[in-house]
């Protein structure tokens, strides 16, 4: 199995690629794995036990399912936020960024397109590490998906209050709201078409005009008082473009046809799943000439 293979199993099953899943225990635990996603087949079933109401923006909410999985549910208005969260969960787990297992389901709801993720044992929000002595290394550690957030267009991958990040508790930093990627802002709506394929974000992010995201970039040491990048950000940047053009084998139209792949299952439009793989294949050129010579 190359990168690519690895890759789109990540892209197409619930369970992310590992060395564990080729040994009998791994084949053990893919096997409860389909015998937990049968048990939440059903919207009904995911839905089972409502535990607590939203903490973000979106209506939704913590529910347990009838497998004893609990979840974050999202209800969207649009489906094509709800295929975006969804895709960008699976990208940044193919390039080795932390992000929640994830589902959607192609219906709609009487609320919405529902978005569930399930629910990680989060010791803190970023935004509860950042000010405290080893805040430079939790910046650090969320940096490693700095090319991942550009790729995608992750606009609020920080969130307002640096909430939209947590640490769990071996102190992996974990993307678990990614309702900004792609077409939609965080809040509903859809970005102006114009930004769609260009990477306007390695500028934002590191600007006013992205508060959070900047803050990180500062206390990690990426960017200087005035917004310069340092050495070190220019280093990282280096070292994980160099990571996504290994896993794609340098082809962004390997990458595109993974995602294209996962979009069929959504019940975003085949205008909006177009627009999605449009801006991958734009942003990854874009950032490969942008990052420069290997
Ligand atoms: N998979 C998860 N594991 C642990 N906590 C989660 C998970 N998903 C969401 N949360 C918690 O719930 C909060 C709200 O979720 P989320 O940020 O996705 O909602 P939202 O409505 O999109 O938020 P926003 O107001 O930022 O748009 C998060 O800040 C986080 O604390
Ligand atoms: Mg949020």
Not at 98 to 106: G, I, L, M, Q
Not at 236 to 264: I, N, W
């Given at each position: 199995m190359d990168t690519l293979d690895l890759g789109l199993a990540a892209l197409t099953s619930d369970e992310a690629p590992n060395a564990s899943s080729r040994t009998v225990a791994g084949v053990l635990a893919m096997t409860a794995a389909v015998v937990g996603l049968a048990a939440v087949k059903w919207l009904s079933d995911l839905t089972a036990q409502r535990v607590a109401g939203p903490s973000g923006s979106n209506p939704g909410g913590v529910y347990l399912g009838k497998d004893g999985v609990k979840r974050y549910l999202k209800f969207y208005e649009d489906p094509a936020q709800a295929a975006g969260e969804q895709l960008a969960n699976r990208i940044?787990?193919?390039?080795?960024?932390?992000?929640?297992?994830?589902?959607?389901?192609?219906?709609?709801?009487?609320?919405?397109?529902?978005?569930?993720?399930?629910?990680?044992?989060?010791?803190?929000?970023?935004?509860d590490v950042l000010d405290g002595p080893e805040g430079a290394t939790y910046a650090r550690r969320f940096l490693d998906g700095f090319v991942a957030d550009v790729l995608i267009g992750n606009w609020d991958a920080v969130g307002l209050v640096h909430d939209n990040a947590v640490v769990l508790p071996d102190g992996r930093v974990v993307r678990v709201d990614n309702g900004g990627a792609f077409l939609m802002r965080a809040m509903g709506g859809r970005k102006p078409p114009g930004l769609l394929n260009d990477i306007t974000e390695y500028e934002v992010f590191a600007s006013s005009r992205n508060p959070s995201y900047q803050a990180v970039m500062r206390k990690a040491g990426w960017v200087d008082r005035?917004?310069?990048?340092?050495?070190?950000?220019?280093?990282?940047?280096?070292?994980?473009?160099?990571?996504?053009?290994?896993?794609?084998?340098?082809?962004?139209?390997?990458?595109?046809?993974?995602?294209?792949?996962?979009?069929?299952?959504?019940?975003?439009?085949?205008?909006?799943?177009?627009?999605?793989?449009?801006?991958?294949?734009s942003r990854y050129r874009l950032l490969d000439q942008r990052v420069g010579a290997r």
């Open positions: 940044y787990e193919w390039v080795g960024v932390d992000a929640p297992k994830s589902r959607t389901y192609p219906e709609a709801t009487d609320r919405g397109y529902v978005f569930a993720s399930e629910i990680l044992p989060c010791e803190h929000h970023l935004r005035s917004g310069r990048e340092t050495p070190l950000m220019k280093r990282e940047v280096a070292s994980q473009m160099d990571r996504l053009r290994s896993l794609t084998g340098d082809d962004p139209e390997r990458l595109a046809g993974l995602a294209s792949g996962l979009l069929k299952e959504t019940s975003a439009t085949a205008a909006d799943r177009a627009r999605m793989i449009e801006m991958l294949k």
